[in-house]
């Protein structure tokens, strides 16, 4: 671990988020926030990989995402991009054109974007298979945020596992999960935790869904414990922590009025919880 650098990434996503407006992308302060926290926990623990965000709309999130990238590491904006673009080329409703999304990023990353773009349309099966290979299969982080659909979050889906297949320890990140707006988010996202017994959820905010590898969950559950314990839903009468089961797999949910802060952020005590042996509590009866 080398504190200098991470304390120059943590100084540009500071940076970074000075310049990101609310127009950039949908994403709430406390998701950047967890964004953050995630994203340290990796660079704490060592792990590099590449980045990676399916659904990268106007690009204010992707942004933020790699101002956290490493020098050796990789980041790639995945879209079907050029949405409901007219006969004139112009856009007609949503605008999410490459050169929109690159501008945006070069705005609030203040430099040049080095990410890959790639372009394609996930529910047919040629494009996921492209996405895949150029993608490759070690991203450390990976956001799924496409098209809200049940064929789609379900090409997504498979799409995020392959390619965080040979990361050790990888986050993904599902968007619109429990949103009475986008049911088959939720759905498609319950189908494919049921289907496969490697990625499950650890913490679930308002908005989004966040995943690792079930070996991992004690080890990364403890970060938003911590650094978020006044947004965690807790027991009024002992404070503890409710623990809650999403297809038998134990994780913390946050209130939606959680604050966006995160408490006492300091590599001190990163490590201190990094050295710390934690077990999340599992309900007997959710367990597979």
Not at 191 to 214: A, D, G, W, Y
Request: net charge negative.
């Amino acid at each position: 671990m080398n504190t200098a650098h991470v304390h120059g990434r943590l100084a540009r996503w500071m940076s970074s988020l000075g310049r990101f407006a609310k127009d950039d992308g949908i994403i709430t302060e406390l998701d950047l926030a967890i964004y953050l926290l995630l994203l340290l926990v990796q660079e704490l623990h060592d792990e590099p990989g590449d980045l990676a965000e399916l659904g990268v709309f106007r690009g204010g999130p992707f942004a933020m995402l790699t101002s956290m990238q490493r020098p050796e590491e990789r980041a790639f904006a995945i879209d079907i991009f050029d949405l409901n673009v007219g006969p004139d080329g112009q856009a007609n409703g949503i605008w999410n054109s490459p050169e929109h999304f690159l501008a945006t990023v070069r705005r609030i990353s203040n430099q040049e974007p080095t990410c890959e773009l790639v372009r394609a349309n996930t529910t047919l099966p040629e494009h996921a298979a492209a996405v895949c290979r150029q993608v490759g299969s070690r991203c450390r982080f990976f956001h799924v945020d496409g098209g809200h659909n049940l064929a789609n979050i379900r090409a997504d889906l498979r799409i995020a596992a392959a390619c965080t297949a040979n990361h050790p320890t990888p986050i993904v990140v599902v968007d619109d999960t429990f949103s009475v707006q986008y049911p088959e988010v939720t759905d498609g996202l319950i189908e494919f935790l049921r289907l496969q017994n490697e990625l499950v959820p650890f913490l679930i905010s308002p908005v989004k869904t966040f995943l690792c590898r079930r070996n991992e969950v004690d080890r990364i559950a403890k970060y938003p414990l911590f650094f978020l314990k006044d947004g965690i839903y807790r027991d009024p009468a002992s404070g503890n922590p409710f623990v809650r089961h999403l297809t038998g797999s134990p994780c913390f949910t946050l209130r939606p009025e959680a604050t966006a802060t995160l408490q006492n952020l300091s590599l001190d005590v990163f490590a201190r919880l990094a050295a710390t042996p934690y077990n999340l509590p599992r309900s007997p009866e959710s367990r597979r």
